[in-house]
């Protein structure tokens, strides 16, 4: 199966690496590209707070600039999130589940973005990009095409004349199923077991969270062995 991403890719782009399956892949990707990076995580107060430790291995991995940023003062005011609410649990099913809602984190992708331009334009690169896929659109406002076009947009506008002209906000995923994420990390060479999938964030993947059900699927339809060490059989 050939796989067509966005092009061109970025010469030097701000990644937000959250340490899971997508953004590790993109990273790896463009890797393969030959753009240069910096990556930039973040602690939010999330549940699953164990998918920095994945960041941070990659960037070890790859010597890549590296930055965590602590965004939990902000995050405890978002109130109501299975991922940031100890009081809220987190859903079963699959991840385009209506009851994957309750894993809305209001307004975060746009915060981490906000920052992420930032980095870009006192660093001077040419893009910011992170994994949204084609999955997260029925559950995620923030991870559409739409959102993406008009943030791009509203980052031109509140940076120009400081951004360099061919700035973009890069989301090649976005087109893509989780499965097509997989085969494509595959064949960049993505280490898929030091990847974090899992919402709850235990010490092994739960398997029935709508993440551990989605990337279980991917491993499965890629026809791909699956690393990954699950709870639930």
Not at 66 to 71: G, I, K, N, P, T
Not at 94 to 117: C, F, G, I, K, Q
Not at 157 to 177: C, D, I, M, R
Request: charged share 20%.
């Amino acid at each position: 199966m050939t796989i067509h991403l966005a092009s061109p890719s970025p010469a030097e782009a701000v990644v937000i690496a959250s340490g899971g399956l997508d953004s590790t892949t993109l990273v790896y990707y463009l890797r393969s590209q030959g753009s240069r990076m910096r990556l930039l995580s973040f602690d939010y107060g999330q549940r699953h707070r164990k998918e920095l430790e994945s960041a941070c291995q990659v960037a070890e991995a790859l010597d890549l600039p590296h930055c965590v940023l602590d965004l939990r003062p902000v995050g405890a005011l978002l109130a109501g999130s299975a991922l940031t609410d100890p009081g809220a649990d987190v859903p079963d099913g699959h991840y385009t589940d209506e009851s994957m809602r309750a894993t809305v984190v209001p307004n975060r992708n746009a915060l981490m973005l906000d920052v992420a331009v930032g980095v870009a334009v006192a660093n001077g690169c040419d893009a910011v990009a992170f994994g949204a896929h084609g999955g997260d659109h029925a559950i995620y406002p923030d991870c559409r095409p739409e959102f993406v076009d008009a943030f791009t947009a509203a980052a031109r506008l509140g940076n120009k004349g400081f951004l360099v002209p061919e700035f973009q906000v890069y989301a090649p995923f976005l087109p893509l199923s989780k499965t097509d994420i997989v085969r494509l990390g595959a064949r960049c060479g993505v280490p898929f077991e030091r990847t974090w999938s899992c919402y709850r964030g235990g010490t092994r993947h739960c398997g029935r969270c709508g993440t551990c059900t989605e990337r279980r699927e991917a491993f499965h339809q890629a026809a791909l062995p699956d690393p990954t060490t699950y709870e639930a059989a």
